[in-house]
T-cell receptor, first 113, second 113 residues
């Protein structure tokens, strides 16, 4: 199916565990983004990637790692999950970055207990 | 500090009525302004994108306006439908190297029959 998909949709993990959230897009968009959404905050950018093998930090990168070996995939890894990382995570992609429309996945609700 | 403020925080209207949501921003230098619709449990979906030179842009029953001088935008919804119940988020792109997006907290709109 065309579009951008995230997996899993829901995840519960324990403090200290490593967890990876997956993101896959079929449009061959250059740019991909990871955001987190929490009550009382607008979406906050964690990491973004302008192309395969090019990644850069966003507003709240601490505790997260990303990679982009292929254009279509942009996984987000929490190296050692903390309760403060309980959030809804959204992946997005866009063709040319800031001046073009970004398309969002359906989100991953992560709970760290 | 780059900020985006939206009002009202929440709003309930009757089906068929019109409403207007407000967005004020202090982002500089300005690149573009977007309105997103986010249904509960879903990712944001773009409604409009406006650049500095655009005053009005429509997408069906949604009409966005932009006054770059006063740094204000509005989203007008005409003849509301139950499916319009969602959060509407104003997002401003700063003209920087990474085209950073500054997200508002959104206006939660409920449309009642």
């Amino acid at each position: 199916d065309a579009g951008i998909t995230q997996s899993p949709r829901y995840k519960i993990t324990e403090t200290g565990r490593q967890v990876t959230l997956m993101c896959h897009q079929t449009w061959s968009h250059s740019y991909m983004f990871w955001y987190r959404q929490d009550l009382g905050h607008g979406l906050r950018l964690i990491y973004y990637s302008a192309a395969a093998d090019i990644t850069d930090k966003g507003e709240v990168p601490d505790g997260y790692v990303v990679s982009r070996s292929k254009t279509e995939n942009f996984p987000l890894t929490l190296e050692s999950a903390t309760r403060s990382q309980t959030s809804v995570y959204f992946c997005a992609s866009s063709d040319l970055g800031g001046n073009t429309e970004a398309f969002f996945g359906q989100g991953t609700r992560l709970t760290v207990v | 500090k780059n900020q985006v403020e939206q009002s009202p925080q929440s709003l309930i209207i009757l089906e068929g009525k019109n409403c207007t949501l407000q967005c004020n921003y202090t982002v500089s230098p300005f690149s573009n302004l977007r309105w997103y619709k986010q249904d509960t449990g879903r990712g944001p979906v773009s409604l409009t994108i406006m650049t500095f030179s655009e005053n009005t842009k429509s997408n069906g029953r949604y009409t966005a306006t932009l006054d770059a001088d006063t740094k204000q935008s509005s989203l007008h919804i005409t003849a509301s439908q139950l499916s319009d119940s969602a959060s509407y988020i104003c997002v401003v792109s700063a003209k920087s190297g990474d085209r950073k997006l500054i997200w508002g907290l959104g206006t939660s709109l409920g449309v009642n029959p």
